[in-house]
């Protein structure tokens, strides 16, 4: 016999329970020690649908947003292009003034 | 059959018309057109839009104060690459509903020398005017524009000198009196 397969049968050799272990595992099974386990601070229920709804709304703002600028701009080109050609009239009626 | 029918015709009938004050059956240029701007702008839209122009921006201060109560402004321009790509008829289609008493044209001038025509009406309702189109035509470039809704010519001819286009004075400037 070696010294690893001395080692390894030390390691496995059955060893006897500390005294009390049947009591605390008879215990814990009851309920006690496994609520005494529970993490200290638990998140609130709520908190994932408050936070989905506010990723909702921001989106929803952003997107609007989005959209009035979008608004805004073709509201700006058909502004440009309706100025463009009375800025061409009015320079030729100017011009054919006597 | 009869039913759907009906309902068709109910539906048709209570489906919103569009703002938009003529037709401008043009859609037949699209596919000879190198360029096509095409804007349709519903009072909602506009109202919306106005909510994002900036006062102190003198371009967006001057479009927000024109805009304010229009229901609906109509874009089309059409560029080509060579000339004759529209026909007399395309813009006689338009004119014709622009008529009397409905409309009626208050701007119209025709240079030979580039041959270019250019046309404004109005459109009056209760002496009051609800409605501007104007038809620029020049070889390669043709457009429309419908503005639908009390319009503030004054505000519209303000345009000039906005969006980087000269100020054009409507009348020369009065002399100074010699003082005696």
């Known amino acids: ?98 | 059959m009869k039913t759907i029918g009906t309902v068709l015709l109910v539906v048709a009938l209570a489906w919103p018309l569009p703002a938009q004050q003529f037709k401008f059956n043009l859609e037949h240029l699209e596919a000879k057109a190198s360029d096509v701007v095409d804007i349709s702008l519903n009072g909602s839209t506009l109202q919306f839009a106005a909510k994002f122009l900036d006062g102190k921006d003198p371009d967006e201060a001057q479009v927000k104060k024109l805009i304010n109560g229009l229901e609906g402004i109509y874009v089309k321009t059409y560029s080509f690459k060579s000339e004759g790509a529209y026909s007399a008829a395309d813009l006689e289609g338009i004119r014709n509903q622009l008529r009397a008493p409905e409309w009626s044209r208050i701007v119209r001038f025709k240079s030979a020398e580039d041959g270019e025509t250019a046309e404004v009406f109005v459109r009056n309702e209760d002496k009051k005017i609800s409605g501007v189109a104007i038809i620029a035509a020049a070889p390669k470039e043709l457009t429309v524009v419908n503005i639908a809704g009390p319009v503030d010519l004054e505000s519209l001819s303000n345009l000039s000198g906005h969006f980087g286009l000269p100020k054009l004075e409507t009348a020369p400037p009065a002399r100074p009196k010699k003082l005696d």
């Open chain 1, 1 to 98: 016999m070696d010294w690893l397969e001395q080692e390894l049968k030390h390691a496995l050799e059955r060893k006897e329970p500390p005294p009390g272990f049947a009591a605390r595992v008879a215990a814990a099974a009851a309920g006690g020690a496994v609520q005494a386990r529970r993490p200290v601070r638990m998140l609130p229920r709520w908190l994932p649908a408050a936070a989905a709804v506010l990723l909702i709304a921001g989106g929803g703002a952003a997107y609007r947003e989005h959209q009035g600028r979008v608004a805004k701009d073709r509201v700006m080109l058909a502004m440009r292009i309706t100025a463009g050609k009375l800025n061409h009239i009015q320079s030729h009626m100017r011009e054919a003034k006597p």
